[in-house]
């Protein structure tokens, strides 16, 4: 498993992203958040086929994170079902990785 995790979700206005972003990062379950935008997203819901304008934030976190940011998510997101998706870093400069570590790091003044 990899110690480090990039983590996407989208979101229908840039300022949800932005506030979605921010608290996470002020939790410390992200290290940092970028946001770009707009997107445009085409999937399915409710047996509808849809185009719709999002916002995607990405999000750097360790492994061990995860699941607390995934928490986060869930309950600060306002979509039934947000998209919450990880993929692992495989490789990152060790200065940025120690960095994301020491920012996500447990029992850190937030």
């Known amino acids: 498993m990899a110690e480090y995790l990039t983590i996407l979700t989208t979101t229908d206005t840039a300022e949800k992203a932005r506030a979605l972003a921010a608290s996470a990062v002020e939790a410390r379950v992200a290290a940092c958040a970028q946001i770009d935008g707009p997107i445009t ?5 409710e047996g509808e086929v849809r185009a719709d304008q999002e916002w995607r934030v990405l999000y750097k976190t360790t ?6 940011l ?5 309950q600060a997101h306002d979509y039934d079902t947000p998209e919450i998706i990880a993929t692992p870093i495989t490789r990152g400069s060790d200065a940025y990785l120690s960095w994301v570590r ?7 003044p937030g």
């Open 41 to 45: 997203s085409v999937y399915r819901w």
């Open 70 to 74: 995934e928490a986060h998510l869930s």
């Open 102 to 108: 020491e920012e996500t790091a447990t029992g850190r």
């Open 63 to 68: 492994a061990d994170r995860y699941p607390e």
